[in-house]
């Protein structure tokens, strides 16, 4: 399901707030980034260490984890739901299909934030890591959007 974009804002506001280092990966960063397509969840990827803190902020907004955060670190991902659905990668590296290894740390240095309104800001991977992170699984839908970026990429600039 796909909440309200009231319920999309409160969300976005309570990860900001949250203090955890979440970047918003998927379809949803590409939307956020011009792209004319549509997703009914919100994917982030997380610092294996602020599961918890993620948790907390997004309860009170009825977002309830489906695993602990010491379940979430072994597995590498959970989900937070109710209108909304927000799928967690909580890993420290993650493998592209093409075998480069992705670390959270790396992507979170060079993350850019994006206004998304009313004083809220996003935190995305740059266009090359969220290229890169769209390579985590090999969907036809993420080489639609990998090359959406990469025209958005190298686009000449004004």
Not at 26 to 51: K, M
Request: glycine share 6%.
């Amino acid at each position: 399901m796909q909440g309200s974009p009231a319920e999309e804002e409160e969300m976005f506001r309570a990860v900001a707030q949250s203090g955890a280092r979440a970047v918003l990966i998927g379809r949803q960063a590409v939307i956020l980034l011009g792209s004319p397509v549509f997703s009914f969840d919100y994917d982030f990827w997380i610092h294996i260490d602020d599961a918890a803190a993620l948790n907390r902020a997004l309860e009170p907004i009825g977002l309830f984890p489906n695993r602990s955060p010491e379940e979430a670190r072994k597995t590498g991902r959970y989900v937070l739901e109710n209108d909304l659905r927000v799928d967690v990668l909580v890993a420290r590296v993650v493998p592209t299909i093409d075998g480069r290894r992705i670390a959270f740390d790396d992507v979170w240095v060079r993350r850019v934030l994006v206004d998304v309104g009313a004083g809220i800001f996003v935190a995305l991977p740059c266009i090359d890591d969220l290229i890169a992170t769209k390579m985590f699984a090999a969907r036809a839908k993420d080489a639609e959007d990998v090359a959406y970026l990469t025209l958005l990429r190298d686009r000449p600039k004004p």
